[in-house]
């Protein structure tokens, strides 16, 4: 095997996906990308990258190069702030959890206004979006174990099933939600806008740059009014000039 290029590593990685690693993730890049590597079928490691990274067969790196970490009601005043911003929506209510994971967020968005939606006759849908397959097909999958939803068994009883070995949420939940695969790095071809967006914990892993790309995007993609949460290690700097202005706990609202 050739010697690995870990800058050239790096800095493919970032330009696919915002990702920045400091040097301490050196050898833990290194060895990830050796392992990978091995039963690959390339000879030589840096094109294995770019056939890897560049040419999206590249699963088993992102995988192995975010943290998949959640729970149900993280950061539970975002659900307290959603339930107020519900109150001045009339008819419908588009949700957006930017970065989902194994769908934990998801399903805690729609317990808690499901209730309130259904008295107030307001329709509401929500989409949860990763990067990483594996943890959306895990959500889409709706199975939890009774560790994992515990702390909600006792609330939310009434939407959720008990299964053989797991727990999984009824009907009515899910059929407001759906779950794709994005790339926050880059774009996305929505062709509406949203009244809140949870993007939580996903922007630490940026560099500064992709970072405040990110909240142009996501700030373009709110309605007027609209808000954005975002996690407990993570700040917008000078919100005002991408319209936002936050107004809560890592919570912002678009302005202009
Ligand atoms: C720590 S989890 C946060 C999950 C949830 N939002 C929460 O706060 O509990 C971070 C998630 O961000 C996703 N992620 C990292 N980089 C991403 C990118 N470029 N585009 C989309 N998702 C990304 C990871 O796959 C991971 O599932």
Known sequence: MNNIDINYIKQTINKKYGLSFSEEKDDFLRNSIKKFFH???FNDVNKYVDYSI??????KIIDKLTTNFTLFY?????FIYLINALKRVKEKIKIWSAGCSTGEEVYSIAISIHDLCRVNN??????GSDINCRVVNLAKK????YDDIKNIYKKYNKFIIKNQDNFSFSEEITKNIDFKIINLKYGWNFNHKVDVIFCRNVSIY?????REELWQRMSQTLLLGG???????ERIHNPE???????GINAYRKIT
Request: charged letters at 25%; glycine letters at 10%.
């Open 54 to 59: 560049l040419l999206n067969d590249d699963q």
């Open 142 to 145: 709706n199975q939890y174990t």
């Open 122 to 127: 307001i329709k509401y849908k929500i989409l």
């Open 39 to 41: 039963g690959s079928g």
């Open 227 to 233: 808000e954005l949460y975002i996690g407990h290690s």
């Open 206 to 210: 940026f560099d500064v740059i992709s």
């Open 74 to 78: 993280r950061e539970e005043h975002h």
């Open 241 to 247: 000039q991408y319209g936002l202005k936050m107004f």
